[in-house]
C-alpha cells in the first residue's frame, strides 16, 4: 500500500468542508492509495489540493479519519498507555503526560487534543475515567447505593460518592441513569464541564459533547445549574439543552434518548441526516449524507450494533444508495 499522502498548508481554517468537497477528497484519497496511482494522479491531486482552501479542508479531514485506520504511529498506544499509568500513579501532572503524549504521536498538544476522529481521544478518555467505553460499546453499573447507569458509546464517567453527596462526572459521551428510590438522602448530581444536574428522585438523560449538555427526563425532575449561575428545572417528559451561559427551550423529551440501551436507535419522523449523525456515534470512520436526501423524514428502529444491516434498512425502503468509497468512507446518496 501506498505511504501517506500528506500536502496541507499550514494554518488552514478549521472550518467543515462541504459534502461535495469532502467526496472529492476522498476520491482523491482512494485513488492514490490504490497500487494503480501514477505520477500523473499524484501531479493532478497537488494541483486539485491547491485550487482552494475548501479542498486542503477537505484533504485534512480525509487524512484525520484515515488515521484511526492505520496502525499509530511508531508504537505509540503502549506508550500512551504507559503514560496513563504513570499518571494515574501520580508521577506525572496531567498537562506534562498530555505533552507527553503529543509528542509520542508527532503533534502538537492543540493539534493532538483536537484530532477527534482517532484512537487518541479513546486512549485520553480512559485516563481519570472510573467507567468508560469505546466507540459502539454499552455498559450498565450499578452503583453503591443501589442507583443504575448505562453508559452509551464513547463515554467516560467519575463517580466520587462521599458522605455529603452523590456525584457523577461525565467528561464526554452519553449516560442513563435510574437514580435508587429509598434510603439514601444525600443529593444525587451529574456534572459536566457546562453545569451541574441535580436529580429529584428519577429517571433520565444526559449527553455531553463539545458544544452542549442536553437532558431528557423521563420520571420526575431534574433541576439544572450552569456554570454562569442560571438555574432550570426539567420535569418529566420534557428535555433541555445548556452551555456554561445558556439554556435552550424546554422541548419534548424523546424515546430515543434511553431507547439506546436496548442497542437500538429509535427513529420518529427525525431527517436522514439526523439518523446516520446518530448511527455514525457506533463506528469509527465517515458517513456522509448528500443534500439532496439529507431531509428524507424516516421512521424506525435500528440497530446499533450492525451498522451495515441498518444501512440495508434504510436502502430498501428510501430512494437512497450506500456506497464505500473505502471501508471507513461511507457515503448515502440518492439512487
Same mark, same amino acid.
Given at each position: ?34 497500487? *494503480? *496511482? ?8 497537488? *494541483? ?8 486542503? #479542508?477537505?484533504?485534512?479531514? %480525509?487524512?484525520?479519519?484515515? +488515521? ?6 511508531? /508504537? ?7 503514560? !496513563? ?9 496531567? #498537562? ?11 503533534? /502538537?498538544?492543540?493539534? =493532538? ?29 450499578? $452503583?453503591?447505593?443501589?442507583? #443504575?447507569? =448505562? ?49 429529584? /428522585? ?8 463539545? /458544544? ?11 433541576? %439544572? ?12 417528559? +420534557? ?20 431507547? &439506546? ?8 419522523? %427525525?431527517?436522514?441526516?439526523?439518523? !446516520? ?5 457506533? +463506528? ?24 451495515? #444491516? ?7 425502503? $428510501?430512494? !437512497? ?6 471501508? &471507513? &468512507? ?6
Amino acid at each position: 500500500m501506498a505511504s501517506r499522502i500528506t500536502a496541507v498548508p499550514a494554518g488552514i481554517s478549521n472550518a467543515e468542508p462541504d459534502y461535495k468537497t469532502l467526496e472529492a477528497a476522498a476520491d482523491w484519497y482512494a485513488t492514490l492509495r490504490s497500487d *494503480a *496511482a501514477s505520477a500523473a494522479d499524484r501531479l493532478a491531486w497537488q *494541483a486539485w489540493l491547491s485550487q482552494s482552501e475548501a479542498n486542503a #479542508r477537505a484533504w485534512a479531514c %480525509i487524512e484525520t479519519v484515515s +488515521q484511526r485506520f492505520d496502525p499509530l504511529r511508531a /508504537g505509540g498506544h503502549q506508550a500512551a498507555l504507559a503514560g !496513563i499509568k504513570a499518571a494515574r500513579q501520580g508521577s506525572a501532572g496531567r #498537562r506534562q503526560v498530555l505533552a507527553g503524549l503529543a509528542g509520542v504521536f508527532g503533534l /502538537g498538544l492543540a493539534g =493532538w487534543m483536537g484530532w477527534r476522529h482517532s484512537a487518541l481521544p479513546e486512549v485520553l478518555l480512559a485516563w481519570g475515567a472510573d467507567y468508560r467505553t469505546a466507540t459502539g460499546e454499552q455498559r450498565e453499573i450499578t $452503583l453503591a447505593d443501589g442507583s #443504575r447507569v =448505562w453508559l452509551n458509546t464513547d463515554t467516560a464517567l467519575r463517580v466520587d460518592y462521599q458522605a455529603g453527596a452523590r456525584l457523577l462526572k461525565l467528561a464526554a459521551g452519553e449516560i442513563l441513569v435510574h437514580t435508587a428510590h429509598a434510603g439514601d438522602r444525600r443529593p444525587f448530581y451529574v456534572d459536566t464541564r457546562y453545569g451541574r444536574m441535580q436529580a429529584l /428522585g428519577t429517571r433520565f438523560s444526559v449527553h455531553h459533547d463539545d /458544544g452542549r449538555t442536553r437532558l431528557d427526563v423521563f420520571e420526575s425532575a431534574v433541576e %439544572i445549574s450552569n456554570t454562569a449561575g442560571g438555574v432550570q428545572r426539567v420535569a418529566a417528559g +420534557q428535555r433541555a439543552e445548556f452551555t456554561a451561559d445558556g439554556f435552550s427551550p424546554v422541548l419534548p423529551a424523546e424515546r430515543a434518548r434511553e431507547a &439506546w440501551r436496548r442497542g437500538v436507535v429509535v427513529a420518529e419522523n %427525525i431527517t436522514l441526516q439526523a439518523l !446516520i449523525a446518530d448511527l455514525a456515534r457506533y +463506528q469509527r470512520g465517515h458517513i456522509g449524507v448528500a443534500p439532496e436526501v439529507a431531509e428524507l423524514g424516516v421512521m424506525g428502529v435500528y440497530p446499533v450494533n450492525d451498522i451495515e #444491516r441498518a444501512l440495508a434498512m434504510l436502502e430498501s425502503t $428510501l430512494p !437512497i444508495r450506500v456506497t464505500r468509497k473505502m471501508p &471507513w &468512507w461511507v457515503t448515502v446518496e440518492a439512487r
